[in-house]
């Protein structure tokens, strides 16, 4: 069945605020895409009922139209949910500030930057593509 990939961007301004993430990255630091396998994150995230979606990244230059980065949304209000992400935070960084898990690093979207790419949600921005 077919489902809906929002972008972070696009979640963080439908929600009309900041929104916590994680980012897939390789051993390079570069982004994973989409169809990476997040069963290791999702499955504690189910277990500790906090709410995840799979959604795309974003990046200033690049617009893509099939696969794209991955990123896991995380149902976390920043301002009612720290004891959340701090739960998160804690599991998945080590002491030296690396990702537990490798490839999976923790983020924060502020409102004010994906309001900056706000143009892609007018239909004729996607015309030029």
Request: aromatic content about 12%.
């Amino acid at each position: 069945m077919a489902e809906m990939l929002e972008t972070i961007d696009g979640i963080a301004r439908r929600l009309g605020r900041d929104v916590y993430y994680f980012v897939l990255i390789d051993d390079d630091g570069d982004f994973r895409d989409i169809y990476t396998d997040v069963s290791e994150i999702t499955d504690w995230l189910d277990a500790k009922q906090i709410g995840w979606s799979l959604c795309a990244g974003i990046a200033e230059h690049t617009v893509w139209t099939e696969g794209g980065p991955g990123c896991i949304f995380l149902d976390i209000h920043p301002e009612h949910g720290p004891e959340a992400m701090e739960m998160v935070e804690a599991h998945f960084i080590n002491a030296e500030g690396k990702p537990t898990i490798p490839g999976y690093v923790p983020a924060m979207l502020r409102l004010m930057k994906a309001l900056s790419f706000a143009g892609r949600d007018d239909p004729d921005y996607w015309k030029n593509f």
